[in-house]
């Protein structure tokens, strides 16, 4: 509980503050501008799902990226309908996100990284023999 306290007090001064800067009629067009977009992304989620969905299933990605895809494009969609500046850019950077984890990005991590010397099964490794000839 004691977290939202600062979200809402940044939420106040980032808007108050671009509020100042483009004027009340550019800060109602803002808050219903996103409104609509984040309205449209819940929309058409059913579209961006399946699209993960067919990655999932052709072996592009995993069921861990498919599921940090689909739940930073729905929290994305829900910060842009929630009116104020701040979270409108929490919400473009969730929807940043999920579009890297849709075009195939991932983000390591220490625990899941594999030696390719461990992994006896692997159809993916390649044994060369480099020859050098020199006259």
Same mark, same amino acid.
């Given at each position: 509980?004691? @977290? ?17 800067? @483009? ?5 109602? @067009? ?14 058409? /989620? ?14 592009? +990605?995993? #069921?861990?990226?498919f599921h940090n ?5 729905? =929290?994305? /969609?829900?910060? =842009? @309908? ?5 979270? *409108? ?6 929807? +940043?996100?999920? +579009? ?6 991932? #983000?390591?991590? &220490?625990?899941?990284?594999?030696? &390719?010397? *461990?992994? &006896?099964?692997?159809?993916? #490794?390649? *044994? ?6 020199? &006259?």
């Open positions: 509980m004691l @977290i939202i306290i600062p979200y809402f007090l940044l939420e106040l001064y980032f808007s108050l503050a671009v509020g100042s800067k @483009i004027g009340f009629l550019g800060s109602v @067009i803002w808050i219903v501008i996103t409104f609509i977009i984040g309205m449209g992304l819940l929309k058409n /989620a059913h579209l961006s799902i399946l699209n993960s969905f067919n990655s999932l299933s052709s072996g592009k +990605l995993n #069921i861990d990226t895809s689909a739940t930073s494009y729905f =929290l994305g /969609a829900i910060l =842009l @309908i929630i009116p104020g500046v701040f979270s *409108d850019f929490l919400g473009l950077i969730a929807l +940043l996100y999920s +579009l890297f984890l849709q075009l195939g990005g991932t #983000i390591p991590s &220490k625990n899941s990284k594999i030696k &390719k010397s *461990d992994n &006896k099964n692997s159809d993916d #490794i390649i *044994d060369v023999e480099i020859i050098d000839y020199k &006259k």
